[in-house]
């Protein structure tokens, strides 16, 4: 097809999000390490985009708890915080108890199976010790119920402070510890498939309050 004429304009708004999602991503993985220092320019030129959306993406997330800003004087990926860490995850049990509870009535066969598949896919993937692929299969997992739920502050908080406990979580899901997870997985199904959403929506909060020992010692 031509070329068209007049050059595409991609929306800041879409930059701006290109750009929290790279950088949360590589701080994730450990690609940008815990205590790195962050330089605008250095971002934007590997992102390919000017350096606006890379300070909003910053902004965020230090919002997040994943990036430390000392104004005039440095902006890093934050060290790993035991405090920050377990306030985060007290957050996240509870917007999973709150997803559950309120998808139990709403959960179809069809997304049961989902969750059943999703937990396979975590499951083989400890086997494998393939880390990257047992954090898609736990995201994958988790995401069904909060999607039914269809509560978007839940879906919010969860964006904002999930991040930070999957660089922790990577440590988990590199051990042999990790693989509780994938029963806890199994008993939440069960119980949602039986209706009791009270019993679904306490095994997910006990099975993200499972990273006590990894916060503990941090």
């Known amino acids: 097809m031509p070329v068209p004429k007049e050059r595409a304009v991609v929306p800041r708004s879409l930059l701006r999000e290109d750009a929290y999602r790279a950088i949360r991503d ?28 890379v300070r909003e993406a910053l902004a965020r997330l230090e919002q997040a708890g994943l990036v430390q800003t000392k104004p005039g004087r440095y902006t890093m990926v934050s060290p790993l915080d035991a405090r920050a860490l377990r306030e985060a995850q007290l957050v996240t049990a509870a917007m999973h108890e709150l997803a559950v509870r309120e998808a139990v009535p709403l959960l179809t066969a069809t997304d049961l199976a ?27 997992f988790h995401a ?6 269809a509560n978007q502050a839940v879906a919010a908080v969860l964006d904002q402070y999930t991040p930070s406990l999957r660089r922790i979580e990577r440590l ?17 199904v069960e119980l949602c498939e039986a209706g009791d959403a009270e019993a679904a929506a306490e095994a997910a909060r006990t099975n993200w309050l499972t990273l006590v020992p990894l916060i503990a010692s941090l």
Request: no cysteine; proline share 4%; net charge negative.
């Open 26 to 53: 590589a701080i994730v993985t450990g690609e940008l390490a815990p205590g790195e220092r962050l330089n605008d320019a250095d971002l934007s030129d590997w992102l390919g985009v000017s350096r606006t959306p």
């Open 144 to 149: 069904v119920p909060v999607r039914v739920s």
């Open 172 to 188: 988990r899901f590199g051990s042999l510890s990790g693989r509780e997870s994938v029963a806890q997985h199994n008993l939440i």
């Open 114 to 140: 989902e969750m059943r598949a999703a937990n396979d896919r975590f499951a083989a993937a400890l086997h494998a010790a393939d880390v990257d692929a047992a954090l898609q299969g736990d995201d994958d």
